[in-house]
């Protein structure tokens, strides 16, 4: 079992940069696959980005793509999202989610789950 606690969520102007992340527990985090996701008011969770448990392995949707960078510190049972350039359109409550299987971008095969972290972006 796996514990997944996100963390540094806030609110913020357009353009901020925010650092979020995501701390595991209660099991060898070594092993497993991470993907971050987002899910804002009356939309359907959505992809963010996906970090191989090694970190040589990384993807981002297109709408983060060169403004977000997700990388992780085994050591420290941690992974991260640095978030720059932030609009808007990325508030979110943004969830980190962890398996030992590859599942990418498809958060339905997700075993563990954090609770979010909540991130506003004002104009």
């Known amino acids: 079992q796996v514990q997944l606690v996100e963390s540094g969520g806030g609110s913020v102007q357009a353009g901020d940069s925010l650092n979020l992340s995501c701390a595991a527990s209660?099991?060898?985090?070594?092993?497993?696959?991470t993907g971050w996701f987002r899910q804002a008011p009356g939309k359907e969770r959505e992809f963010v980005a996906f970090?191989?448990?090694?970190?040589?392995?990384?993807q981002y949707a297109d709408s983060v793509k060169g403004r977000f960078t997700v990388s992780r510190d085994n050591a420290a049972h941690t992974v991260y999202l640095q978030m720059n350039s932030l609009r808007p359109e990325d508030t979110a409550i943004y969830y980190c989610?962890?398996?030992?299987?590859?599942?990418?971008?498809?958060?339905?095969?997700?075993?563990?789950w954090g609770r979010g972290t909540q991130v506003t972006v004002s104009s």
């Open positions: 989610a962890g398996d030992p299987r590859n599942f990418y971008r498809d958060y339905t095969g997700y075993q563990f």
């Open positions: 209660g099991h060898t985090f070594l092993n497993y696959n």
């Open positions: 970090i191989g448990w090694s970190g040589g392995s990384t």
